[in-house]
Protein backbone atom coordinates (compact mmCIF):
# COMPACT_ATOMS: atom_id res chain seq x y z
CA UNK A 1 0.00 0.00 0.00
CA UNK A 2 1.49 3.41 -1.04
CA UNK A 3 2.04 6.11 1.44
CA UNK A 4 -0.14 8.85 0.55
CA UNK A 5 -0.14 12.71 1.72
CA UNK A 6 -2.32 16.14 1.01
CA UNK A 7 -3.12 19.17 2.67
CA UNK A 8 -6.81 18.26 4.74
CA UNK A 9 -7.78 21.85 4.90
CA UNK A 10 -9.35 24.35 2.56
CA UNK A 11 -6.93 25.87 0.48
CA UNK A 12 -5.66 29.71 1.32
CA UNK A 13 -4.46 32.03 3.92
CA UNK A 14 -5.43 30.73 7.80
CA UNK A 15 -4.52 29.79 11.17
CA UNK A 16 -3.90 26.63 11.59
CA UNK A 17 -3.36 24.21 8.15
CA UNK A 18 -3.28 20.38 8.46
CA UNK A 19 -1.55 18.09 5.98
CA UNK A 20 -2.14 14.43 6.84
CA UNK A 21 -0.28 11.53 5.95
CA UNK A 22 -1.13 7.73 5.60
CA UNK A 23 0.70 4.25 5.08
CA UNK A 24 3.28 2.23 6.28
CA UNK A 25 5.72 5.07 5.43
CA UNK A 26 4.00 7.99 6.85
CA UNK A 27 6.26 7.76 10.05
CA UNK A 28 9.44 7.51 8.33
CA UNK A 29 9.15 9.83 5.46
CA UNK A 30 7.38 12.44 8.62
CA UNK A 31 11.14 11.75 10.52
CA UNK A 32 13.01 12.95 7.84
CA UNK A 33 11.39 16.81 8.39
CA UNK A 34 12.24 16.37 11.68
CA UNK A 35 13.94 15.74 14.76
CA UNK A 36 11.86 12.63 15.74
CA UNK A 37 8.27 11.73 15.25
CA UNK A 38 6.32 12.37 19.12
CA UNK A 39 4.72 8.84 20.32
CA UNK A 40 1.31 10.63 20.09
CA UNK A 41 1.45 14.53 19.79
CA UNK A 42 4.27 17.30 20.17
CA UNK A 43 5.53 20.75 18.66
CA UNK A 44 8.48 20.25 15.97
CA UNK A 45 10.74 21.95 14.31
CA UNK A 46 10.24 20.96 9.95
CA UNK A 47 13.17 21.32 7.61
CA UNK A 48 13.97 20.48 4.47
CA UNK A 49 16.51 18.34 3.07
CA UNK A 50 19.27 21.65 3.63
CA UNK A 51 18.14 21.57 6.88
CA UNK A 52 16.50 25.06 6.58
CA UNK A 53 13.37 25.76 8.42
CA UNK A 54 10.30 25.31 6.89
CA UNK A 55 7.72 25.66 9.45
CA UNK A 56 7.23 25.11 13.47
CA UNK A 57 4.33 22.39 13.69
CA UNK A 58 2.25 21.03 16.10
CA UNK A 59 2.54 16.94 14.63
CA UNK A 60 -0.11 13.92 15.69
CA UNK A 61 0.94 10.84 15.55
CA UNK A 62 -1.96 7.77 14.86
CA UNK A 63 -0.83 4.62 15.31
CA UNK A 64 -1.69 1.62 12.87
CA UNK A 65 -5.61 0.47 13.96
CA UNK A 66 -6.22 3.86 16.35
CA UNK A 67 -6.31 6.21 13.15
CA UNK A 68 -9.18 7.16 10.60
CA UNK A 69 -7.58 5.32 7.72
CA UNK A 70 -6.84 2.81 10.12
CA UNK A 71 -3.08 2.65 8.98
CA UNK A 72 -0.05 4.75 10.26
CA UNK A 73 -1.08 8.44 10.25
CA UNK A 74 0.57 11.56 10.97
CA UNK A 75 -0.71 15.12 10.61
CA UNK A 76 1.56 18.31 10.76
CA UNK A 77 -0.88 21.26 12.07
CA UNK A 78 1.25 24.36 10.64
CA UNK A 79 0.73 27.76 10.27
CA UNK A 80 -1.80 28.60 7.59
CA UNK A 81 0.59 30.73 5.18
CA UNK A 82 -0.22 29.86 1.73
CA UNK A 83 3.59 29.63 1.57
CA UNK A 84 4.51 27.87 4.20
CA UNK A 85 1.78 24.64 3.01
CA UNK A 86 3.82 24.85 -0.45
CA UNK A 87 7.08 24.96 0.67
CA UNK A 88 6.07 21.85 3.09
CA UNK A 89 3.88 19.69 0.43
CA UNK A 90 6.76 20.35 -1.75
CA UNK A 91 9.38 18.25 0.29
CA UNK A 92 6.97 15.72 1.03
CA UNK A 93 6.59 15.88 -3.04
CA UNK A 94 10.01 15.15 -3.63
CA UNK A 95 10.17 11.77 -1.23
CA UNK A 96 10.06 9.03 -3.27
CA UNK A 97 8.49 7.10 -0.45
CA UNK A 98 5.24 9.38 -0.68
CA UNK A 99 2.78 10.13 -3.49
CA UNK A 100 -0.24 13.00 -3.27
CA UNK A 101 -3.74 11.50 -2.42
CA UNK A 102 -5.98 11.24 -5.11
CA UNK A 103 -9.89 12.36 -4.21
CA UNK A 104 -11.58 10.71 -1.13
CA UNK A 105 -8.55 8.14 -1.02
CA UNK A 106 -8.03 8.57 2.90
CA UNK A 107 -11.95 7.90 3.66
CA UNK A 108 -11.67 5.20 0.94
CA UNK A 109 -8.60 3.29 3.24
CA UNK A 110 -11.04 3.45 5.93
CA UNK A 111 -13.47 1.92 4.42
CA UNK A 112 -11.18 -0.91 2.82
CA UNK A 113 -9.65 -1.26 6.57
CA UNK A 114 -13.03 -1.73 8.09
CA UNK A 115 -12.75 1.95 10.73
CA UNK A 116 -15.91 2.57 8.49
CA UNK A 117 -18.80 0.75 6.73
CA UNK A 118 -19.76 2.04 2.91
CA UNK A 119 -23.04 3.80 4.79
CA UNK A 120 -20.59 5.64 7.29
CA UNK A 121 -18.66 6.89 4.15
CA UNK A 122 -21.66 8.24 2.65
CA UNK A 123 -23.29 10.28 5.68
CA UNK A 124 -19.48 11.46 5.77
CA UNK A 125 -20.06 12.89 2.35
CA UNK A 126 -23.49 14.22 3.05
CA UNK A 127 -21.97 15.98 6.19
CA UNK A 128 -19.16 17.41 4.97
CA UNK A 129 -21.79 18.99 2.16
CA UNK A 130 -24.31 19.71 4.73
CA UNK A 131 -25.66 23.41 4.82
CA UNK A 132 -28.79 23.38 7.52
CA UNK A 133 -29.14 22.06 10.47
CA UNK A 134 -31.59 19.18 9.50
CA UNK A 135 -28.70 18.13 7.08
CA UNK A 136 -26.46 17.94 9.60
CA UNK A 137 -28.71 15.67 12.04
CA UNK A 138 -29.11 13.34 9.18
CA UNK A 139 -25.48 13.20 7.87
CA UNK A 140 -24.51 12.60 11.41
CA UNK A 141 -26.87 9.48 12.39
CA UNK A 142 -25.86 8.03 9.60
CA UNK A 143 -21.57 8.43 9.92
CA UNK A 144 -21.80 7.32 13.59
CA UNK A 145 -22.72 4.37 12.46
CA UNK A 146 -26.68 3.68 13.25
CA UNK A 147 -27.65 2.98 10.00
CA UNK A 148 -24.91 -0.30 9.87
CA UNK A 149 -26.16 -0.92 13.56
CA UNK A 150 -29.20 -1.21 12.15
CA UNK A 151 -28.31 -3.67 9.89
CA UNK A 152 -26.91 -5.78 11.91
CA UNK A 153 -29.36 -6.26 14.06
CA UNK A 154 -31.55 -7.07 10.92
CA UNK A 155 -28.72 -9.80 9.76
CA UNK A 156 -28.45 -11.37 13.05
CA UNK A 157 -32.24 -11.94 12.87
CA UNK A 158 -32.19 -12.98 9.66
CA UNK A 159 -29.22 -15.74 10.57
CA UNK A 160 -31.17 -16.86 13.34
CA UNK A 161 -34.04 -17.60 11.16
CA UNK A 162 -32.20 -19.32 8.79
CA UNK A 163 -29.93 -21.34 10.88
CA UNK A 164 -33.59 -22.59 12.53
CA UNK A 165 -34.42 -24.01 8.78
CA UNK A 166 -30.92 -25.07 7.81
CA UNK A 167 -31.63 -27.33 11.21
CA UNK A 168 -34.72 -29.27 9.86
CA UNK A 169 -32.90 -30.01 7.25
CA UNK A 170 -29.31 -31.42 8.50
CA UNK A 171 -31.93 -33.24 10.76
CA UNK A 172 -34.52 -34.29 8.43
CA UNK A 173 -33.93 -37.92 9.12
CA UNK A 174 -34.41 -37.68 13.02
CA UNK A 175 -37.46 -36.14 15.06
CA UNK A 176 -37.15 -32.15 15.32
CA UNK A 177 -38.33 -31.89 19.26
CA UNK A 178 -39.31 -28.40 18.07
CA UNK A 179 -41.83 -26.55 15.61
CA UNK A 180 -39.63 -23.64 14.36
CA UNK A 181 -41.81 -22.33 11.73
CA UNK A 182 -43.64 -19.47 14.43
CA UNK A 183 -39.90 -18.26 15.61
CA UNK A 184 -39.05 -17.71 12.20
CA UNK A 185 -42.06 -16.46 11.16
CA UNK A 186 -41.90 -14.16 14.57
CA UNK A 187 -38.24 -13.30 13.22
CA UNK A 188 -39.22 -12.27 9.55
CA UNK A 189 -42.03 -10.39 9.89
CA UNK A 190 -39.97 -7.80 12.75
CA UNK A 191 -37.39 -7.72 10.33
CA UNK A 192 -39.85 -6.93 7.50
CA UNK A 193 -41.82 -4.21 9.18
CA UNK A 194 -38.97 -2.28 10.00
CA UNK A 195 -37.26 -2.45 6.64
CA UNK A 196 -40.84 -1.08 4.98
CA UNK A 197 -40.78 1.72 7.74
CA UNK A 198 -37.41 2.70 7.16
CA UNK A 199 -37.85 2.36 3.34
CA UNK A 200 -40.89 4.25 3.09
CA UNK A 201 -38.87 7.82 4.52
CA UNK A 202 -36.00 7.28 2.38
CA UNK A 203 -37.73 9.82 -0.23
CA UNK A 204 -38.19 12.23 2.60
CA UNK A 205 -34.70 12.12 3.69
CA UNK A 206 -33.57 12.58 0.10
CA UNK A 207 -35.24 15.87 0.21
CA UNK A 208 -33.71 16.66 3.52
CA UNK A 209 -30.38 15.97 1.94
CA UNK A 210 -31.58 17.78 -1.35
CA UNK A 211 -33.45 20.55 -0.55
CA UNK A 212 -37.74 20.61 -0.94
CA UNK A 213 -39.14 23.32 -3.53
CA UNK A 214 -41.72 25.52 -2.79
CA UNK A 215 -42.76 27.32 -5.61
CA UNK A 216 -44.93 30.78 -5.94
CA UNK A 217 -47.87 30.76 -8.81
CA UNK A 218 -50.03 32.77 -9.84
CA UNK A 219 -51.47 35.54 -12.31
CA UNK A 220 -49.02 37.94 -14.19
CA UNK A 221 -48.22 40.90 -11.76
CA UNK A 222 -49.70 39.25 -8.51
CA UNK A 223 -46.70 40.22 -6.40
CA UNK A 224 -44.50 37.07 -6.77
CA UNK A 225 -41.22 38.53 -7.67
CA UNK A 226 -42.01 41.28 -4.94
CA UNK A 227 -42.69 38.32 -2.17
CA UNK A 228 -39.38 36.18 -3.57
CA UNK A 229 -37.28 38.76 -2.90
CA UNK A 230 -38.96 39.73 0.76
CA UNK A 231 -38.59 36.23 1.63
CA UNK A 232 -34.47 36.27 0.32
CA UNK A 233 -33.82 38.97 1.72
CA UNK A 234 -32.77 40.74 -1.36
CA UNK A 235 -33.51 41.84 -4.63
CA UNK A 236 -32.84 38.55 -6.96
CA UNK A 237 -35.59 39.05 -9.60
CA UNK A 238 -37.17 41.62 -11.58
CA UNK A 239 -39.80 43.37 -10.55
CA UNK A 240 -42.13 46.06 -12.65
CA UNK A 241 -45.66 46.99 -13.06
CA UNK A 242 -45.48 45.37 -16.66
CA UNK A 243 -47.49 41.82 -16.76
CA UNK A 244 -45.86 38.80 -17.56
CA UNK A 245 -41.69 40.34 -16.12
CA UNK A 246 -40.95 36.87 -15.39
CA UNK A 247 -40.26 34.64 -18.45
CA UNK A 248 -38.60 31.71 -16.78
CA UNK A 249 -37.96 29.85 -13.37
CA UNK A 250 -36.03 31.83 -10.18
CA UNK A 251 -34.66 29.87 -8.09
CA UNK A 252 -33.48 30.84 -4.18
CA UNK A 253 -31.85 28.71 -1.60
CA UNK A 254 -33.08 29.39 1.92
CA UNK A 255 -32.24 27.60 5.42
CA UNK A 256 -36.33 27.17 6.62
CA UNK A 257 -35.63 26.19 10.64
CA UNK A 258 -32.68 23.68 9.35
CA UNK A 259 -34.59 22.34 6.73
CA UNK A 260 -33.06 23.25 3.24
CA UNK A 261 -35.74 24.91 1.10
CA UNK A 262 -35.83 26.25 -2.63
CA UNK A 263 -38.08 28.92 -3.76
CA UNK A 264 -38.95 28.98 -7.39
CA UNK A 265 -40.58 32.34 -8.76
CA UNK A 266 -42.38 31.38 -12.00
CA UNK A 267 -43.76 32.95 -14.92
CA UNK A 268 -47.50 34.74 -14.58
CA UNK A 269 -50.26 31.81 -15.22
CA UNK A 270 -52.26 33.14 -18.19
CA UNK A 271 -53.05 32.80 -21.91
CA UNK A 272 -50.15 34.92 -24.25
CA UNK A 273 -49.46 34.82 -27.49
CA UNK A 274 -46.08 36.20 -26.85
CA UNK A 275 -43.73 32.95 -27.85
CA UNK A 276 -41.39 33.26 -25.40
CA UNK A 277 -43.49 33.91 -22.40
CA UNK A 278 -45.48 30.79 -23.66
CA UNK A 279 -42.18 28.62 -22.90
CA UNK A 280 -41.87 30.69 -19.54
CA UNK A 281 -45.82 29.31 -18.38
CA UNK A 282 -45.10 26.09 -19.66
CA UNK A 283 -42.02 25.99 -17.56
CA UNK A 284 -43.74 26.96 -14.34
CA UNK A 285 -46.48 24.42 -14.69
CA UNK A 286 -43.93 21.73 -14.53
CA UNK A 287 -41.64 22.91 -11.81
CA UNK A 288 -44.73 24.00 -9.50
CA UNK A 289 -46.07 20.65 -10.33
CA UNK A 290 -42.47 18.92 -8.79
CA UNK A 291 -42.76 21.09 -6.34
CA UNK A 292 -43.49 19.43 -2.57
CA UNK A 293 -45.57 22.68 -1.81
CA UNK A 294 -46.98 25.29 -4.05
CA UNK A 295 -48.09 28.92 -2.36
CA UNK A 296 -51.30 29.94 -4.62
CA UNK A 297 -51.01 34.00 -5.04
CA UNK A 298 -54.32 35.20 -5.33
CA UNK A 299 -56.79 38.60 -5.83
CA UNK A 300 -60.11 38.72 -4.53
CA UNK A 301 -62.13 37.53 -7.63
CA UNK A 302 -59.53 35.19 -9.02
CA UNK A 303 -60.80 31.69 -9.36
CA UNK A 304 -59.32 28.87 -7.59
CA UNK A 305 -57.00 26.12 -9.36
CA UNK A 306 -58.79 22.66 -9.49
CA UNK A 307 -55.38 21.22 -8.67
CA UNK A 308 -54.35 22.22 -5.36
CA UNK A 309 -52.91 19.98 -3.03
CA UNK A 310 -53.57 19.32 1.00
CA UNK A 311 -50.12 20.61 1.76
CA UNK A 312 -50.76 23.40 -0.86
CA UNK A 313 -51.28 26.71 0.37
CA UNK A 314 -53.22 29.74 -0.39
CA UNK A 315 -52.31 33.73 -0.05
CA UNK A 316 -53.96 36.62 -0.51
CA UNK A 317 -51.86 38.69 -2.54
CA UNK A 318 -51.27 42.01 -1.91
CA UNK A 319 -51.85 41.96 1.72
CA UNK A 320 -51.19 45.74 1.78
CA UNK A 321 -54.26 46.91 -0.89
CA UNK A 322 -56.36 44.24 -0.99
CA UNK A 323 -59.20 43.18 1.49
CA UNK A 324 -60.61 39.33 1.47
CA UNK A 325 -60.28 36.44 4.23
CA UNK A 326 -57.63 33.96 4.76
CA UNK A 327 -53.79 34.41 5.45
CA UNK A 328 -52.83 38.06 3.42
CA UNK A 329 -49.04 38.63 2.44
CA UNK A 330 -47.15 41.88 0.90
CA UNK A 331 -43.71 41.49 -0.25
CA UNK A 332 -43.91 44.96 -0.58
CA UNK A 333 -44.55 45.58 3.51
CA UNK A 334 -43.80 42.89 4.96
CA UNK A 335 -47.20 41.99 5.98
CA UNK A 336 -47.83 38.07 6.93
CA UNK A 337 -44.56 36.85 5.95
CA UNK A 338 -43.70 35.31 9.44
CA UNK A 339 -47.12 33.38 8.88
CA UNK A 340 -46.73 32.06 5.36
CA UNK A 341 -42.92 30.73 6.53
CA UNK A 342 -44.46 29.27 9.95
CA UNK A 343 -47.10 27.28 7.52
CA UNK A 344 -44.25 26.32 4.92
CA UNK A 345 -41.99 25.52 7.95
CA UNK A 346 -44.59 23.21 10.01
CA UNK A 347 -45.80 21.19 6.68
CA UNK A 348 -42.49 20.04 6.02
CA UNK A 349 -41.70 19.07 9.80
CA UNK A 350 -44.44 17.17 9.69
CA UNK A 351 -43.31 15.60 6.48
CA UNK A 352 -39.56 15.13 7.98
CA UNK A 353 -41.07 13.56 11.04
CA UNK A 354 -41.60 9.96 9.28
CA UNK A 355 -37.25 9.95 7.91
CA UNK A 356 -35.59 7.52 9.57
CA UNK A 357 -31.88 6.65 9.54
CA UNK A 358 -31.66 5.43 5.87
CA UNK A 359 -31.42 8.26 3.35
CA UNK A 360 -30.36 7.31 -0.14
CA UNK A 361 -32.41 5.78 -2.94
CA UNK A 362 -29.26 2.66 -3.00
CA UNK A 363 -30.56 1.76 0.90
CA UNK A 364 -34.17 1.85 -0.01
CA UNK A 365 -33.52 -0.42 -3.01
CA UNK A 366 -31.68 -2.89 -1.03
CA UNK A 367 -34.53 -3.06 1.92
CA UNK A 368 -36.92 -3.67 -0.99
CA UNK A 369 -35.13 -6.33 -2.70
CA UNK A 370 -34.79 -7.75 1.05
CA UNK A 371 -38.47 -7.24 1.92
CA UNK A 372 -39.24 -9.16 -1.45
CA UNK A 373 -37.25 -12.41 -0.54
CA UNK A 374 -38.82 -12.39 3.23
CA UNK A 375 -42.88 -12.46 1.52
CA UNK A 376 -41.66 -14.85 -0.93
CA UNK A 377 -39.53 -16.82 2.45
CA UNK A 378 -43.20 -15.96 4.31
CA UNK A 379 -45.27 -17.57 1.71
CA UNK A 380 -43.46 -20.88 1.35
CA UNK A 381 -43.54 -21.37 5.43
CA UNK A 382 -47.40 -21.09 5.17
CA UNK A 383 -47.33 -23.59 2.30
CA UNK A 384 -47.79 -27.00 3.21
CA UNK A 385 -45.30 -28.09 0.29
CA UNK A 386 -43.12 -25.42 0.58
CA UNK A 387 -39.59 -26.39 0.31
CA UNK A 388 -37.39 -26.35 3.38
CA UNK A 389 -33.84 -25.51 1.28
CA UNK A 390 -35.67 -23.04 -1.13
CA UNK A 391 -36.69 -21.13 1.99
CA UNK A 392 -33.91 -21.00 3.85
CA UNK A 393 -32.03 -19.67 0.13
CA UNK A 394 -34.32 -16.64 0.03
CA UNK A 395 -32.89 -15.94 3.31
CA UNK A 396 -29.69 -16.20 2.69
CA UNK A 397 -30.57 -13.70 -0.37
CA UNK A 398 -32.16 -11.32 1.95
CA UNK A 399 -29.49 -11.41 3.94
CA UNK A 400 -27.06 -10.31 0.84
CA UNK A 401 -29.78 -7.28 0.01
CA UNK A 402 -29.13 -6.45 3.94
CA UNK A 403 -25.33 -7.11 3.44
CA UNK A 404 -25.06 -4.69 0.43
CA UNK A 405 -26.11 -1.32 2.96
CA UNK A 406 -22.82 -1.43 4.29
CA UNK A 407 -21.02 -2.66 1.88
CA UNK A 408 -20.10 -6.10 2.43
CA UNK A 409 -21.21 -7.26 -0.89
CA UNK A 410 -22.10 -6.01 -4.40
CA UNK A 411 -20.72 -2.39 -4.58
CA UNK A 412 -17.64 -2.24 -6.74
CA UNK A 413 -19.34 -0.46 -8.99
CA UNK A 414 -20.46 2.69 -6.90
CA UNK A 415 -17.72 3.35 -5.05
CA UNK A 416 -15.97 5.23 -7.87
CA UNK A 417 -19.03 7.67 -7.53
CA UNK A 418 -19.07 7.98 -4.23
CA UNK A 419 -15.21 9.15 -3.52
CA UNK A 420 -15.66 11.01 -6.58
CA UNK A 421 -17.73 13.78 -4.14
CA UNK A 422 -14.86 14.08 -1.90
CA UNK A 423 -12.25 16.73 -1.71
CA UNK A 424 -8.51 15.49 -2.03
CA UNK A 425 -7.67 16.03 1.49
CA UNK A 426 -10.42 13.77 2.98
Known sequence: MDTIFALATAQGRAGVAVVRLSGPDAVSASARLM?????????RRLTDADGHLLDEALVLHFPAGKSFTGEQVVELHLHGSPAVVAAVLRVLGDDPALRPAEAGEFTRRGLENGTLDLAQVEGL???????????????????SGA??????????????????????IDFADEEVPVNVTPEVLGLLGHVRDEMRRESAGVRIAERVRDGFEVAIIGAPNVGKSTLLNRLAGREVAITSAIAGTTRDVIEVRLDLDGLPVTLLDTAGLRETDDVVEIIGVQRARERAGQADIRVYMMLPGDVLPRDV??????????GDISEGVG???????GAGIDALIDQISGILKVRVASVGIAMRERHRLAMVRAVAYLDAAELALHDENGMTDLIAEELRSAIRAVDSLVGRVDVEHILDEIFASFCIGK
Not at 35 to 43: C, E, H, I, Q, S
Not at 309 to 318: H, P, W
Not at 327 to 333: M, R
Open 125 to 143: ADLIDAETEGQRKQAIRVF
Open 309 to 318: GDLDIIVRAK
Open 327 to 333: LAVSGKT
Open 147 to 168: LGQMAEAWRSDLIRAAALLEAT
Open 35 to 43: RNVPVVRGL
